[in-house]
């Protein structure tokens, strides 16, 4: 059975750092690409990042530009987000999906995406 799990959320400071997981089981992640979303409560869900299968190429929304890092460990099959100067409207649930495509990688889109895991929390507060 595919399946992603995310892990690494939970409760920081304005300012601090989280990486956030996306270990998949099942399956290997090298043949997808990997997107970041996120909800918050109340709003609609959001992409974050994106990693393609090769070369790689990245994506970022505008808002975590500079900020936040994907990145893959193939010995390890995970996709990272290094999330750096958090800020309280970075709260939300943070879910990683698999998406089939053979190039490049899709950060608006979720319906692109065939695998979702469970999320995880990150909250930013003081």
């Known amino acids: 059975q595919l399946q992603l799990v995310e892990s690494g959320g939970g409760l920081v400071q304005p300012g601090g750092s989280l990486r956030l997981s996306c270990a998949a089981s099942g399956f290997t992640l090298d043949y997808y690409a990997i997107g970041w979303f996120r909800q918050a409560p109340g709003k609609e869900r959001e992409g974050v990042s994106c990693?393609?299968?090769?070369?790689?190429?990245?994506k970022y929304v505008g808002s975590v530009k500079g900020r936040f890092t994907i990145s893959r460990d193939k010995a390890k099959n995970t996709v990272y987000l290094q999330m750096n100067s958090l800020k309280p409207e970075d709260t939300a649930v943070y879910y990683c999906?698999?998406?089939?495509?053979?190039?490049?990688?899709?950060?608006?889109?979720?319906?692109?995406?065939?695998?979702w895991g469970q999320g995880t929390q990150v909250t930013v507060s003081s």
């Open positions: 990693i393609s299968r090769s070369l790689p190429i990245t």
């Open positions: 999906a698999a998406d089939t495509r053979l190039t490049g990688c899709d950060v608006t889109n979720a319906n692109e995406y065939d695998y």
